[in-house]
């Protein structure tokens, strides 16, 4: 509604938003999406939110979609947050400890906001057909998106990935391939095809929209927070586009207005054996964890998660922990 252009993450190129675009065109890295924020101010007020609707569109001025009737929509976003005391008292430190509860997205998974934004600009540009590497959520998200844009959907899957996943993919029409190897190798096929075949790759930080869809996150917290940010998030990391996200909108905040300078410590949580967000890491086999959903994107677009991470941190806290897995259920209820 309010785009002015599109720019490289890392050189900052300019690029045209009213085409479609993947990567910078000179060095390819991911594109992020500019807004006139002056003008996405006037209408875009604390005020305006008690009466808007109850999904991440109540953000539509700092949101691509130019044309409203392009909006590919499941009702996803304004997830509720969950006090969580009793998980709270199990823990060394004194704190008030919140879960927001992206499960309760359509698709059942943070995903279905970034798949939202994707295939709304899919929509509003053309695209007629969509393809993705996928452990899972994504898939789904994907497939649920393109069938109610009613667009081919092309999905490659690691062969080990929960049939759960396969089976929604599958039952929501979309195309699946599964793949003997990693996620990397089906971002590969889809790489190698997709010119001939005219498919639109949707992967993880390689085209703008899916970041816009998830910095929605963000903005849900300031919100549901009342205007104060948290002093620390938790995000359990695979691609990372939700921290990255997060990150961009609180600068877009800012810059409205609705909040200042200060800004929450950002924690990456991933698997020991995948924690491509940590300045030390190295290439890892990226099957080998418990949860397939946290498999990362390839370490050409880890200069994003890294820079959120260490412009909320002190040196000593460069670091990812290992993965946790949170206690049983009662004890995260409120």
């Not at 497939?143 to 929604?168: H, K, L, Q, S, W």
């Not at 498919?199 to 917290?221: A, H, I, N, Q």
């Not at 967000?277 to 086999?285: G, I, K, Q, R, V």
Request: include cysteine.
């Amino acid at each position: 509604m309010n785009v002015t252009h599109l720019e490289c993450a890392l050189c900052g190129l300019r690029h045209e938003a009213n085409v479609l675009q993947n990567l910078c065109i000179t060095c390819g890295k991911p594109l992020l999406v500019r807004y006139d924020l002056d003008k996405a101010a006037e209408t875009l007020t604390r005020g305006s939110m008690a009466t808007r609707e109850s999904s991440l569109w109540r953000y539509r001025e700092v949101l691509p979609v130019v044309d409203e009737a392009n909006i590919v929509s499941l009702g996803e976003g304004w997830t509720p947050l969950f006090k969580t005391d009793r998980l709270a008292a199990t823990l060394a430190v004194d704190l008030d400890l919140y879960i927001k509860d992206e499960g309760q997205n359509p698709t059942q998974s943070f995903k279905a906001r970034g798949m939202t934004a994707a295939i709304s600009m899919a929509k509003e540009l053309g695209v007629k057909k969509l393809a993705v590497p996928s452990a899972g959520n994504a898939a789904g998200a994907m497939a649920a998106y393109a069938a109610m844009a009613g667009m081919e959907a092309n999905i490659f899957m690691p062969a080990d990935t929960p049939r759960a996943n396969i089976v929604e993919c599958e039952q929501t029409g979309a195309n699946v391939t599964l793949v003997d190897g990693l996620i990397t190798d089906c971002g590969a096929i889809v790489a190698k095809r997709k010119e001939a075949e005219g498919w639109f790759d949707v992967s993880t930080l390689k085209e703008p929209y899916r970041v816009e869809g998830k910095k929605t996150m963000g903005y849900e917290l300031a919100e549901q927070f009342a205007w104060t940010l948290p002093d620390l998030i938790m995000y359990p990391t695979g691609g990372g586009t939700g921290l990255i996200g997060m990150w961009k909108a609180f600068d877009e905040m800012q810059q409205i207005g609705w909040i200042g300078s200060k800004r929450p410590r950002m924690v990456s949580v991933q698997s020991e054996t995948c924690a491509r967000s940590c300045e030390h890491s190295t290439p890892a086999n990226v099957s080998q964890t418990n949860s397939k959903m946290l498999r990362p994107s390839p370490p050409a677009f880890v200069f994003q998660r890294r820079s959120a991470i260490s412009s909320s941190s002190t040196p000593s806290e460069h670091r990812v922990e290992p993965l946790f897995l949170l206690p049983t259920p009662s004890l995260w209820q409120p």
